[in-house]
């Protein structure tokens, strides 16, 4: 084992610490913002360092070896001490803060997300005031995120811009829901069933663009039949129940619905769809405020109680 500290710098703890959470090197570059090359080279070089493998392969994934495991928490500590130095010892007392917090998110997420993470927000920072933007095919995320309009954007993407600070917080199945009387319920959906049905679907968020479903589809060479548009998402549910149109989104989102609507029903989606990631994005500006990135981290634990 190579014990010289000039071998180890403050980036590769950073890389460290985020393929031991993340355990894939593709996940771990997307949250540092950097390409898959660069980050399975410091991996090597942290091998290099340590003379042990750290991630290994387990099935179709990496776990951590016991060793790499044990660096978990003592890197964890090193980031924050950093962290903490680097802010020149600024904090954020939640408790005392009247601070106004803005967050653009999706309202096709899990119906539950948005209402935890404002009361985790307000539970521990009863003074701060919260705006919930919607994400929108009028908002220009990047921008507001530039100008420091919002703090925050939570979302999908397929390929999420890679100017802004990523941190994927939580995946979903793709499914259909259809209403409770549906023919498809009885006879299933095989994928002509599928592309010949009517579909419902919210407006994308660029103009004249596409939604991930569809882009997705047409990667696959399919292009399905969308008959409606809807702008409100939380209506879409009831539009099914009442028709024989197709909503193709997430198992999460579905969930609620089928559990609060009897009308409803989910079926497995007949095409072959990986699965749907949220993410959280943020701007360079705020990324060592200590404000924010305690906002993130209430953004972090709604998502994983969701």
């Known amino acids: 084992m190579n014990n010289s ?21 593709s996940r771990a570059a997307m949250r540092l913002g950097a390409s898959q090359p ?96 919607p994400l929108s095919r009028e908002f220009d995320y990047r921008k507001s995120l530039a100008a420091g309009e919002v703090d925050a954007v939570v979302g999908n993407w397929l390929e999420p811009p890679q100017e802004l600070h ?14 409770a009387d549906h023919p ?3 006879r299933g959906l095989d994928l002509e069933q599928y592309l010949q049905a009517e579909h419902v679907a919210p407006l994308p968020l660029r103009a004249g663009g596409e939604g991930v479903i569809d882009q997705h589809l047409h990667h696959l060479g399919l292009t ?18 009442r028709s024989l149109l197709v909503l193709t989104t997430g198992r999460r989102f579905c969930r609620r619905y089928v559990e609060a609507e009897p009308a409803v029903r989910i079926l497995p989606c007949p095409v072959p769809f990986p699965l749907l990631t949220y993410y959280l994005l943020w701007h360079a500006r705020s990324h060592h405020d200590a404000a924010q990135h305690w906002l993130r981290e209430q953004v972090r634990l709604a998502a994983q109680g969701s």
């Open 5 to 25: 500290l000039d071998s180890i710098d403050l980036h590769l703890i950073r890389v460290l610490h985020t393929l031991l959470t993340e355990s894939s090197v």
């Open 38 to 133: 660069a980050v399975s080279a410091a991996l090597r070089r942290l091998r290099a360092v340590t003379g042990d493998e750290l991630l290994v392969r387990s099935g179709s994934g990496m776990v951590p070896t016991a060793f790499g495991a044990s660096l978990l928490e003592p890197c964890a500590s090193i980031l924050r001490e950093a962290q903490r130095l680097q802010a020149g010892g600024q904090t954020f007392d939640a408790a005392r803060s009247t601070r106004l917090f803005r967050i653009a998110a999706a309202d096709y997420m899990d119906p539950a997300f948005l209402p935890a993470l404002v009361a985790g927000i307000k539970r521990e920072a009863p003074s701060c005031g919260v705006d919930v933007v």
């Open 166 to 179: 990523i941190a994927p917080l939580l995946d979903d199945e793709i499914v259909c829901l259809v209403a």
């Open 184 to 186: 498809a319920l009885r």
């Open 224 to 241: 399905r039949r969308i008959a409606v548009h809807c702008g409100f998402f939380n209506l879409i549910p009831g539009l099914v129940a």
